[in-house]
């Protein structure tokens, strides 16, 4: 059985917006990204164990605010006070993980059907973002992550590239195509690419 992409029915590749005559380098690029595995770790309140001695693929978790940890295949995104997001193209760390977290400390819970991704790519990215969510993008940098809404949808934004930008956007798979369509209809005004 093969798995349905959470935007089968809505992503389709051209160009579209205010594209006419603009270089195709400044276009936003739209793509959903497909196959990543991701998982949530959650500590839980009554556990003692020290995080210092845990790590994923040599990186360690952070409990800092907006803070992502990451290597060339994985990256794990604070989600939340004693909370992450591990997102990777690897599929094999589940064993690695299920060993490293004690299921009596953490909560361990696989999320990677559950999530639309759509990626943002270009100078124009950041724009889209504050047309629809009331957080302050100014301050994100590289390696950063928020948890927001947009349009009153929930997101989670992981910043791979500040220059130029270039965002992974999950969502909610049953609300992945109401975000998809509000993030196209934003990057209207900037012309957009759709790959």
Same mark, same amino acid.
């Given at each position: 059985m093969s798995s349905v992409s959470a935007l089968a029915k809505v992503h389709l590749s051209g160009k579209f917006g205010d594209q006419e005559g603009k270089n195709e380098n400044n276009l936003i690029?739209? =793509?959903?990204?497909k196959n990543l595995f991701i998982m #949530? $770790? *959650? #500590?839980y309140k009554n556990s003692t164990v020290s995080l210092e001695n845990i790590n994923i693929e040599k990186l360690n978790f952070k409990n800092e605010p907006l803070k992502v940890?990451?290597? @060339? !295949?994985?990256?794990?995104?604070?989600n939340g006070p004693n909370n992450w997001l591990i997102v990777s193209t690897k599929k094999d760390l589940l064993k690695n993980i299920s060993s490293s977290f $004690?299921?009596? @400390?953490? +909560? *361990?819970? @696989?999320? =990677?059907? =559950?999530? +639309?991704i759509? %990626?943002? %790519?270009?100078? @124009? =990215? $950041? %724009?889209?973002?504050?047309?629809?969510?009331?957080? !302050?993008? !100014?301050?994100?940098?590289?390696?950063n992550s928020i948890n927001s809404s947009y !349009?009153?949808? +929930?997101?989670?934004a992981d910043i791979l590239e500040d220059s130029p930008y270039k965002i992974r956007l999950f969502a909610l798979r049953s609300f992945g195509e109401s975000l998809y369509h509000s993030i196209t209809d934003a990057s209207l005004e900037f012309g957009y690419k759709s790959i």
């Open positions: 690029k739209i =793509s959903e990204i #949530q $770790i *959650v #500590q940890v990451c290597n @060339d !295949n994985t990256r794990i995104l604070w $004690i299921e009596t @400390d953490f +909560a *361990v819970t @696989d999320l =990677s059907h =559950s999530r +639309a759509i %990626e943002l %790519e270009g100078k @124009d =990215s $950041i %724009e889209v973002l504050k047309k629809g969510c009331p957080f !302050n993008f !100014n301050i994100l940098k590289k390696n !349009n009153n949808i +929930a997101f989670t």
